[in-house]
């Protein structure tokens, strides 16, 4: 074998291990934490047994070969049926064509990027698969089954071919099928008649359009851009506004359960209006209530049906499991409207609002509306220690009380249980903000 093609080969494999060891050091790191927290041999025998273990489980071989496996419990594609309806059982669909068409859609793009649909558990080998090396994917490398990524994988060739056969299996999809809880059209014909059209969630579209909104709102040449508009200077490239977004969430507090795409924008999802202009009067930030609980929360008519059916299950006579999760998801869907709050306050007025001297919300509902920039490094900080979460859960925990005791006329309450299960569920969801606030 020439010396070059040898030297690839032997940093192809490095580049292999070295993720395969990326995907292991946190596991080893949370054992070594829990190591000094032990005192007992016996305790601290079993802890290395388990990292042991876990080192010989991401060895290049044995992770190699499990991943293969798992490959086929993930689907690559640029439209998932998971954002129809988290139970669709509808196919996911890899568009990759061309059209000589002037209509706007998934084919337009320049470079699609596809997502991943299937088991959560298994991405991690997407991840591997969409690594790049030498300008081309690992998934690429299999497809055309280069000799590198062969001798890369294994020093047995059968055994490489073997796995790659294993991990193609992210892109075959079974004869295609629709679900009844998919969306159906009518489309009508000349002749009379009609298709049943089953559309399909453009995930790679939406993830194309949401980071183009994004670099273009945080961006350090936009932010350079604003700067220089604010001091009456001029700038070099500008910078674009998309006004009157909004947002729309997938997957509550578990995003990957939708997508692998879904859970890297932490499940938000940009809408770009599609609307006549018409004239708007300038909408004012509620400085002046003392809380978002205040701000017509209970108005919003996911929250009002949510309530209605939490009641109705709340005194239910039959206070089995399954009526006790229905009462949870209810109660996780009303908190994750705390997070849509988030985003329409964030479409409707510029950062920093919360700092007029005016304004009567609490510290840590300014953090929530209103979170700060790096720049402001103390409230950032702040923000990012999380504490605010805490206690805006409990305000909604409270606001939710009272709505259940008004609801009955003071005829049945809920206790310091309820209080609690309800502020730990709304305190989970608002966790997600931090990290998607960190990702843009």
Same mark, same amino acid.
């Given at each position: 074998?020439?010396?070059?093609?040898?030297?690839?080969?032997?940093?192809?494999?490095?580049?292999?291990?070295? $993720?395969?060891?990326?995907?292991?050091?946190?596991?080893?790191?949370?054992?070594?934490?829990?190591?000094?927290?032990?005192?007992?041999? *016996?305790? @601290?025998?079993?802890?290395?047994?388990?990292?042991?273990?876990? =080192?010989?489980?991401?060895?290049?071989?044995?992770?190699?070969?499990?991943?293969?496996?798992?490959?086929?419990?993930?689907?690559?594609?640029?439209?998932?049926?998971?954002?129809?309806?988290?139970?669709?059982?509808?196919?996911?669909?890899?568009?990759?064509?061309?059209?000589?068409?002037?209509?706007?859609?998934?084919?337009?793009?320049?470079?699609?990027?596809?997502?991943?649909?299937?088991?959560?558990?298994?991405?991690?080998?997407?991840?591997?698969?969409?690594?790049?090396?030498?300008?081309?994917?690992? @998934?690429?490398?299999?497809?055309?089954?280069?000799?590198?990524?062969?001798?890369?994988?294994?020093?047995?060739?059968?055994?490489?071919?073997?796995?790659?056969?294993?991990? @193609?299996?992210? &892109?075959?999809?079974?004869?295609?099928?629709?679900?009844?809880?998919?969306?159906?059209?009518?489309?009508?014909?000349?002749?009379?008649?009609?298709?049943?059209?089953?559309?399909?969630?453009?995930? /790679?579209? $939406?993830?194309?359009?949401?980071?183009?909104?994004?670099?273009?709102?945080?961006?350090?040449?936009? !932010?350079?851009?604003?700067?220089?508009? &604010?001091?009456?200077?001029?700038?070099?490239?500008?910078?674009?506004?998309?006004?009157?977004?909004?947002?729309?969430?997938?997957?509550?507090?578990?995003?990957?359960?939708?997508?692998?795409?879904?859970?890297?924008?932490?499940?938000?999802?940009? @809408?770009?209006?599609?609307?006549?202009?018409?004239?708007?009067? =300038?909408?004012?930030?509620?400085? %002046?209530?003392?809380?978002?609980?205040?701000?017509?929360?209970?108005?919003?008519?996911?929250?009002?049906?949510?309530?209605?059916?939490?009641?109705?299950?709340?005194?239910?006579?039959?206070?089995?499991?399954?009526?006790?999760?229905?009462?949870?998801?209810?109660?996780?869907?009303?908190?994750?409207?705390?997070?849509?709050?988030?985003?329409?306050?964030?479409?409707? $007025?510029?950062?920093?609002?919360?700092?007029?001297?005016? #304004?009567?919300?609490?510290?840590?509902?300014?953090?929530?509306?209103?979170?700060? /920039?790096?720049?402001?490094?103390?409230?950032?900080?702040?923000? !990012?220690?999380?504490?605010? #979460?805490?206690?805006?859960?409990?305000?909604?925990?409270?606001?939710?009380?009272?709505?259940?005791? =008004?609801? %009955? &006329?003071? !005829?049945?309450?809920?206790?310091?249980?309820?209080?609690?299960?309800?502020?730990?569920?709304?305190?989970?969801?608002?966790?997600?903000?931090?990290? *998607?606030?960190?990702?843009?």
């Amino acid at each position: 074998m020439p010396q070059k093609e040898d030297e690839v080969i032997r940093t192809l494999r490095e580049f292999i291990e070295w $993720f395969i060891g990326e995907r292991l050091k946190p596991k080893l790191e949370e054992i070594e934490k829990q190591m000094k927290k032990e005192s007992t041999p *016996e305790a @601290l025998q079993k802890l290395e047994e388990k990292a042991e273990k876990l =080192k010989d489980e991401y060895s290049r071989e044995k992770w190699l070969a499990s991943a293969a496996k798992r490959a086929s419990q993930i689907k690559v594609a640029t439209h998932i049926p998971k954002f129809t309806h988290s139970s669709a059982k509808a196919s996911p669909v890899y568009y990759s064509d061309k059209p000589d068409t002037a209509y706007i859609g998934t084919h337009t793009l320049r470079d699609i990027q596809p997502d991943v649909s299937g088991n959560a558990a298994a991405l991690d080998v997407f991840s591997f698969l969409r690594q790049e090396y030498e300008g081309k994917t690992i @998934l690429l490398h299999m497809e055309e089954r280069t000799p590198e990524i062969i001798a890369a994988l294994s020093d047995n060739k059968e055994e490489a071919n073997e796995w790659i056969d294993g991990f @193609l299996t992210v &892109k075959e999809i079974s004869s295609p099928s629709s679900h009844t809880l998919m969306k159906q059209v009518f489309f009508p014909l000349e002749d009379g008649t009609y298709h049943l059209l089953s559309p399909v969630f453009p995930s /790679s579209m $939406f993830h194309y359009v949401h980071e183009q909104v994004r670099t273009a709102r945080y961006s350090e040449e936009t !932010k350079a851009a604003k700067e220089a508009r &604010k001091k009456g200077l001029p700038h070099e490239s500008g910078y674009i506004e998309f006004p009157h977004t909004s947002v729309v969430a997938y997957g509550g507090t578990k995003p990957q359960n939708v997508s692998q795409l879904n859970s890297v924008r932490g499940g938000s999802n940009v @809408l770009l209006p599609s609307l006549p202009p018409k004239w708007d009067s =300038k909408k004012a930030a509620p400085i %002046h209530n003392a809380s978002a609980f205040t701000y017509q929360f209970r108005q919003r008519t996911y929250v009002k049906e949510s309530l209605s059916q939490l009641n109705r299950l709340l005194w239910h006579e039959n206070n089995n499991i399954d009526i006790r999760l229905e009462r949870e998801e209810l109660i996780r869907n009303i908190a994750d409207e705390l997070i849509t709050i988030f985003y329409e306050m964030a479409s409707l $007025f510029e950062s920093g609002w919360s700092k007029d001297p005016k #304004c009567r919300l609490n510290s840590a509902e300014k953090l929530w509306l209103d979170p700060p /920039s790096e720049e402001d490094t103390e409230r950032f900080q702040l923000y !990012k220690d999380g504490y605010w #979460c805490r206690e805006v859960a409990k305000s909604f925990a409270k606001w939710l009380n009272k709505e259940i005791y =008004k609801i %009955h &006329k003071g !005829k049945k309450e809920v206790g310091e249980n309820e209080f609690r299960e309800w502020k730990n569920i709304a305190e989970e969801v608002l966790k997600e903000l931090i990290e *998607e606030h960190s990702y843009a």
